[in-house]
């Protein structure tokens, strides 16, 4: 059974870095495509960037575009987010899904959350003005 264990949430302030990690396990990580999702309170949830399963390509929301850097390393089974000039309004519980066959060309389509198949289980990550 696939599992997805995400970590490295926490309380900062504007302008601060934080990096996430999701950590898969009963599977190969290289069979999947990764995502990462966050969803603020009374919000719906929204993507924030996509790996290949490679770690060759990647694709951002715009929102997150040139503060966030998605990379992954299959050989731990790892897939991190790499936060940098954090902002309040990026407060929100993130989440890391997993996406396995068939496969996309265009990471676009793993814009879309019901692509997935596994998701984490989040980690809150809350940025103070």
């Known amino acids: 059974q696939v599992q997805l264990i995400e970590s490295g949430g926490g309380l900062v302030q504007t302008g601060a870095s934080l990096r996430l990690s999701c950590v898969a396990s009963?599977?190969?990580?290289?069979?999947?495509?990764m995502g990462w999702f966050r969803q603020a309170p009374g919000k719906e949830r929204e993507f924030v960037a996509a790996?290949?399963?490679?770690?060759?390509?990647?694709y951002y929301a715009d929102s997150v575009k040139g503060r966030f850097t998605v990379s992954r390393d299959n050989a731990k089974n790892t897939v991190y987010l790499q936060m940098n000039s954090l902002k309040p309004e990026d407060t929100a519980v993130y989440y890391c899904?997993?996406?396995?066959?068939?496969?996309?060309?265009?990471?676009?389509?793993?814009?879309?959350?019901?692509?997935?198949?596994?998701w984490g289980q989040g980690t809150q990550v809350t940025v103070s003005s």
């Open positions: 899904a997993a996406k396995g066959p068939p496969y996309y060309s265009e990471l676009y389509y793993y814009t879309n959350s019901w692509r997935y198949d596994y």
């Open positions: 009963g599977c190969t990580a290289s069979d999947y495509a």
């Open positions: 790996i290949s399963r490679s770690g060759g390509n990647t």
